[in-house]
């Protein structure tokens, strides 16, 4: 079983940035495909990026694409979302999560494994 845990989070003002990690488990890290996904109070959660196995191919979603930066390192068992020019409308829980196989995917049913959130609140 794979165990994810997400670290890097807090208050921030706009415009500010922030740094999350989330370092998994497992020796097969380089086996998975690693996602960000993220949950406001009273809404679904969304995706917000995702990396392949080998860090190559990336995706954003449109409201966070040219902010943010997903990366990865391999020896480190750890996948990085680097948070630029933070909005109040980035506040929410972020989940890292994780599937078999190379590539991505942004629907959050494909992913089996998920870390247990970290809290980002961007206030003025």
């Known amino acids: 079983q794979v165990q994810l845990v997400e670290s890097g989070g807090g208050t921030v003002q706009i415009g500010g940035s922030l740094r999350l990690s989330c370092a998994a488990s497992?020796?097969?890290?380089?086996?998975?495909?690693m996602a960000w996904f993220r949950q406001a109070p009273g809404k679904e959660r969304e995706f917000v990026s995702a990396?392949?196995?080998?860090?190559?191919?990336?995706t954003y979603s449109g409201s966070v694409k040219g902010r943010f930066t997903i990366s990865r390192d391999n020896a480190k068992n750890t996948v990085y979302l680097q948070m630029n020019s933070l909005k109040p409308e980035d506040t929410a829980v972020y989940y890292c999560?994780?599937?078999?196989?190379?590539?991505?995917?942004?629907?959050?049913?494909?992913?089996?494994?998920w870390g247990q959130g970290t809290q980002v609140t961007v206030s003025s």
């Open positions: 990396i392949d196995r080998s860090g190559g191919g990336t």
């Open positions: 497992t020796r097969t890290f380089s086996s998975l495909a």
């Open positions: 999560a994780g599937r078999v196989g190379n590539t991505y995917d942004t629907y959050r049913l494909a992913y089996n494994f």
